[in-house]
């Protein structure tokens, strides 16, 4: 598909046809990270749901939900919510993209303290961190949680 003549709907952040295809293709679940950690969790025996929503009037969704144990979890990109370690600024249209990361990061604090109000424990993992890890912790919490201890 050539980019000549393209122009940007009216109101959108793309900068060019190129750049909004690939935006466009950046997977929001699903993300091998994600279906990684899911294959280790399931193979420990625990069953879950997939990008689900932990309480009904909350528009958020976390990766897996463990709804008996109130069990949370977000495999978090490095990009898209600011990892310390591997997040770069961008330097295509700076502007929107540092504060579309800002808002993300804001409204991942407000889901973790709304979901710990409603007696949630979330877990929250960046996707570099080793999937072993982060499968044995989930499993590890959620077996905590069904035995009642603190």
């Given at each position: 598909?050539?980019?000549?003549?393209?122009?940007?709907?009216?109101?959108?952040?793309?900068?060019?046809?190129?750049?909004?295809?690939?935006?466009?293709?950046?997977?929001?679940?699903?993300?091998?990270?994600?279906?990684?950690?899911?294959?280790?969790?399931?193979?420990?025996?625990?069953?879950?749901?997939?990008?689900?929503?932990?309480?009904?009037?909350?528009?958020?969704?976390?990766?897996?939900?463990?709804r008996p144990t109130k069990v949370a979890v977000f495999i978090d990109g490095c990009?898209?919510?600011?990892?310390?370690?591997?997040?770069?600024?961008?330097?295509?249209?700076?502007?929107?993209?540092?504060?579309?990361?800002?808002?993300?990061?804001?409204?991942?604090?407000?889901?973790?303290?709304?979901?710990?109000?409603?007696?949630?424990?979330?877990?929250?993992?960046?996707?570099?961190?080793?999937?072993?890890?982060?499968?044995?912790?989930?499993?590890?919490?959620?077996?905590?949680?069904?035995?009642?201890?603190?």
């Amino acid at each position: 598909m050539s980019d000549a003549g393209w122009e940007p709907p009216t109101g959108s952040w793309a900068s060019s046809a190129a750049r909004r295809r690939n935006m466009q293709a950046i997977r929001s679940r699903d993300t091998q990270p994600e279906r990684m950690i899911r294959k280790l969790v399931h193979a420990q025996g625990l069953r879950y749901r997939v990008a689900a929503k932990p309480l009904p009037g909350l528009r958020r969704t976390a990766d897996l939900v463990f709804r008996p144990t109130k069990v949370a979890v977000f495999i978090d990109g490095c990009y898209w919510h600011g990892c310390p370690e591997h997040y770069v600024p961008p330097k295509t249209n700076p502007g929107y993209w540092s504060e579309k990361v800002a808002r993300n990061m804001a409204r991942d604090r407000d889901t973790d303290q709304q979901l710990a109000e409603a007696g949630w424990l979330v877990l929250r993992f960046w996707e570099h961190e080793p999937s072993e890890e982060c499968a044995s912790r989930i499993a590890d919490e959620v077996a905590r949680r069904r035995s009642g201890k603190p």
